[in-house]
């Protein structure tokens, strides 16, 4: 079956770092694209950022755009969010995303604490 699972989250003061991971497994992994996700406490869920397939093609929220990076191993079956300068409004649980034909697939997120 599709598993998505996430990795990585954690605390870190404003200016800081973080890579979160999210390993797939149940699918063919280079075929579909893959979408980060987050939703902060009281807020609607928000797409961060997607990557095609192959890898050739990236889009990002505004709020993030020469912040945040995403990428993709397809040999590993993993996509990763590198995020740079973090600030306390990045705080959110992040959420590995991927549709399938017909199925929305989520993973159980890992939370994300941007806080001195």
């Known amino acids: 079956q599709v598993q998505l699972v996430e990795s990585g989250g954690g605390l870190v003061q404003p200016g800081g770092s973080l890579r979160l991971s999210c390993a797939a497994s149940g699918f063919i992994f280079s075929w579909y694209i893959m979408t980060w996700y987050r939703q902060a406490p009281g807020k609607e869920r928000e797409l961060v950022a997607s990557?095609?397939?192959?890898?050739?093609?990236?889009n990002y929220a505004d709020s993030v755009k020469g912040r945040f990076t995403i990428s993709r191993d397809n040999a590993k079956n993993t996509v990763y969010l590198q995020m740079n300068s973090l600030k306390p409004e990045d705080t959110a649980v992040y959420y590995c995303n991927t549709v399938l034909t017909r199925e929305t697939y989520w993973g159980q997120g890992t939370q994300v604490t941007v806080s001195s």
């Open positions: 990557i095609s397939g192959v890898g050739n093609s990236r």
